[in-house]
């Protein structure tokens, strides 16, 4: 039953997120409603490897993930789905913006984006922090949907050089409904949804899309992406109409294709980007990754959060 809810809640909610990812996360709940259970790394095969949520610090430098499926309130999923709660991300976002140690955020960005709920309150919190601090988000590698929403406040926007294959941008919204009765009349099944109140129930799995439903549902996702837009906008500085006719609608772009667009503002590795920020070349950064100014760091933010930072250099 708690997999049921579940696919019920992502059939029901309204998505600013790849459509391929969506697939795999649905055909995950799928299989475990049915009573399968995968393993851990059939999971991440699917749909991407879990990482810790937890921000790490170089220096004056705050590196905050933004990871795998976005969702509001997510809780146990967290570690099955790989997703990232956006409450956590505003956090630290915030928490990075009022530490006066730090100079630059840097939001290290491997998303294809996730649900809508939640998304306005992390890109506003990005937004708010270019008052504070520099703040820059790499597409490291995957920058889509909800995932360029929120990094589209940023005051600037690095993609890696292997960030190909349409990884960039995706500014759309869209949701589902997922229709069982043809599914049940084949089992044999028949169920009557009983309402009290013309609108209760509205959009039930086991029934088709009514005519009312649908057009409730379209406007919908118009608004959202019409927020979308504007969001995009004004962290880019640019009109709603000048993101639709630059930036595609509802199109996703590699990083050479989105940086000619205007999407990102350069092309560059993550530690290069770390490198320019300190003054200093990648080599050197790898090979002091042992010297005591990373130690010091160690200190500071701990040893599970040095370790995450080295993974970002080598």
């Known amino acids: 039953m708690k997999y049921q809810r579940i696919a019920r809640y992502v059939a029901s909610t309204l998505w600013a997120m790849d459509e391929d990812l969506l697939g795999e ?51 146990s999923m967290d570690e099955s789905s790989g997703g990232m709660s956006a409450e956590r991300f505003t956090a630290m976002v915030r928490q990075a913006a009022a530490d006066p140690s730090i100079g630059t955020i840097l939001i290290d960005a491997d998303s294809g984006g996730g649900t809508i709920p939640g998304v306005m309150e992390a890109a506003d919190a990005v937004f708010e922090a270019r008052d504070q601090k520099r703040v820059i988000a790499i597409a490291n590698a995957w920058m889509g949907s909800a995932a360029y929403w929120i990094c589209s406040q940023a005051s600037e926007i690095v993609g890696i050089p292997s960030a190909l294959d349409r990884c960039i941008g995706s500014i759309g919204v869209f949701t589902v409904h997922l229709d069982q009765s043809e599914k049940l009349a084949k089992e044999g099944s028949k169920l009557t949804v009983i309402r009290a109140g013309r609108y209760k129930a509205e959009g039930s799995p086991f029934e088709p899309l009514s005519e009312e439903f649908h057009a409730k549902l379209q406007a919908s996702a118009d608004a959202a992406k019409a927020q979308f837009v504007k969001y995009v906008a004004r962290g880019r500085g640019l009109t709603p109409a000048q993101v639709t006719a630059q930036y595609g609608d509802g199109d996703a772009f590699s990083a050479p294709d989105a940086k000619k667009a205007g999407l990102i503002d350069r092309i560059a590795t993550m530690d290069q980007t770390i490198g320019r920020l300190v003054g200093k070349s990648s080599s050197a950064l790898r090979a002091e990754a042992d010297d005591a100014e990373l130690a010091a760091v160690a200190a500071k933010a701990g040893e599970e959060h040095l370790r995450a930072f080295r993974r970002q250099l080598l």
């Open 25 to 75: 996360l649905v055909a995950v709940l799928e299989y475990r409603s049915a009573g399968h259970v995968f393993t851990a790394e059939e999971i991440r095969a699917r749909i991407g490897e879990p990482q810790p949520a937890r921000a790490a610090t170089n220096g004056a430098i705050a590196i905050v993930p933004l990871r795998g499926v976005i969702a509001h309130h997510m809780g």
